[in-house]
């Protein structure tokens, strides 16, 4: 379906043809932005200025918020330190962010837009318009919304082509995941162009090519979420043995492995193919109250298929090899930033 870092040819929602087009002669190449426009500056849209500032970008951000540009500062102050540890770009710095007073002077000069404003459709459908009315031509307005489609939100823009999702994770300044669609009335060229500007932002970008609610990163989230809901709500478990479940358990190689490279591991010599071979049964089992599709010889074959490019020619021993050594790894820097953190906490009481 869609892959990381894949630019595929991109069909429309539902698999409709896309409104195809180049990019346009005068729109700035991804890697050439230099001003990036923040519209919403709370949580997200706080932690996208704290993030592009520290990739070395100016940064101009607009809140209509009368405390906004205190909290501004205060997040991107408070963001620094981490993202000093992290590693600057060069040039980057907190005097390169701008709070403007309007609406139009924070897009004006943008090579890019990120609106972050609150998850209220109607608000979103007339400050994208709005944006779209005042942005320079050829400028791509990305929105971080978590919920809404891009065809539900650009109804009113007058150049809808440009508006794309750009929905990134909390924190957006440390977690590199951006997943970027189109709405119906997209166009292709913008979808590709965030794409590249996200990954030149030092971002990691899966360009889906279709709305999907929820997206992916969401979607996987929302399931172990509402499982886990279930759980607390017929006394199954308690909200610590469920976060242990996840922090000492599958979270763990999560980090590194997807829940498919993990499995195909599980699958021991004969990978994805005999996992799914083997405990393909257990999917009726009431392992969990999310219904499994029907296995069909297709899906299965898509999964050993799609797992083996992701495997990419490594061996089992090769993948056991990398297991071991990044879950090693995560372990013990846990353990570090546990021990500094008790080391303080002791400090603190000293
Ligand atoms: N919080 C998360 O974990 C998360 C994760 C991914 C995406 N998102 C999405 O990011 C967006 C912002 O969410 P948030 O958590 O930062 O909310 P927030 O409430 O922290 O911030 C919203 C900001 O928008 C400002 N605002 C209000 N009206 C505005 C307007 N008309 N124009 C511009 N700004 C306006 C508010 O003053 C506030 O500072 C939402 O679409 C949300 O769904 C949130």
């Known amino acids: 379906m869609t892959t990381p870092d894949q630019q595929p040819a991109r069909p429309g929602p539902g698999g409709a043809p896309a409104t195809a087009s180049a990019r346009p002669a005068g729109a700035v190449s991804p890697e050439a932005v230099r001003t990036v426009a923040c519209v919403g500056a709370g949580v997200i849209g706080g932690g996208w200025v704290a993030h592009f500032l520290a990739r070395g970008y100016r940064v101009t951000a607009w809140d209509p918020a009368p405390d906004a540009e205190r909290r501004l500062r205060d997040l991107v102050d408070s963001a620094w330190p981490a993202l000093t540890r992290l590693g600057l770009a060069e040039g980057a710095s907190v005097a390169n962010l701008t709070v403007a007073p309007t609406l139009a002077e924070a897009v004006a000069g943008a090579d890019f837009v990120q609106e972050s404003a609150p998850e209220r459709l109607e608000l979103k459908v007339e400050l994208l318009a709005e944006i779209d009315a005042a942005a320079p031509e050829h400028v791509v307005i990305g929105s971080s919304t978590s919920g809404y489609s891009m065809t539900e939100m650009q109804v009113r823009a007058a150049r809808p082509g440009r508006l794309v999702v750009g929905h990134p994770f909390n924190p957006p300044y440390l977690v590199p995941l951006v997943e970027v669609v189109g709405g119906t009335a997209t166009d292709a060229w913008a979808v590709e162009w965030a794409s590249e500007f996200y990954r030149a932002a030092g971002k990691s970008v899966i360009t889906m090519d279709r709305e999907l609610p929820g997206f992916i990163g969401n979607r996987i989230q929302e399931a172990a979420w509402r ?66 599709p029907e296995l069909t010889p297709a899906l299965r074959d898509a999964m050993v298929r799609e797992t083996d490019e992701v495997a990419a020619g490594r061996s089992n021993a090769e993948l056991i090899a990398q297991r071991d050594r990044r879950l090693i790894a995560v372990m013990r820097a846990l353990a570090e930033v546990e021990a500094e953190e008790a080391r303080e906490a002791q400090e603190a009481r000293a």
């Open 227 to 292: 499982e886990a809901l279930h759980m607390v709500a017929n006394g199954e478990a308690t909200v610590e043995q469920i976060d242990l479940a996840m922090t000492a358990g599958p979270g763990l190689r999560w980090a590194f492995f997807g829940p498919c490279l993990t499995f195909h591991l599980a699958g021991g010599e004969g990978g994805m193919a005999h996992m799914l071979d083997h405990f393909g049964p257990s999917l009726k089992s009431p392992w969990t109250r999310l219904e499994s």
